[in-house]
């Protein structure tokens, strides 16, 4: 399965990395994508594993929004 999140707040690359940290420690989570460009964040994972809503809540902690 594929989602793509859009995150709000990212501005440089710690953003990125704690977003794509936070992200690849779920289980079920294969590949993070994250554009800081655009604040698209485009996660592989597998739905028997993890949730989307549990993916918004693991970058939130973080301290960014997601839309």
């Known amino acids: 399965m594929q ?3 859009d995150v709000r707040g990212m501005t440089c ?3 990125k990395m704690s977003v794509e940290g936070a992200l690849t420690n779920l289980a ?3 590949t993070v994508e994250v554009d800081l460009a ?3 964040v485009v996660v592989t994972y597998d ?4 949730t989307v809503e ?3 809540e693991a970058v ?3 301290g ?4």
């Open 3 to 5: 989602t793509t999140l």
């Open 13 to 15: 690359g710690h953003c």
């Open 28 to 30: 079920g989570v294969s």
């Open 38 to 40: 655009t604040g698209k």
């Open 47 to 50: 739905e028997s594993q993890v």
């Open 54 to 56: 549990q993916m918004q």
């Open 60 to 62: 939130e902690d973080q």
């Open 64 to 67: 960014y929004d997601v839309a």
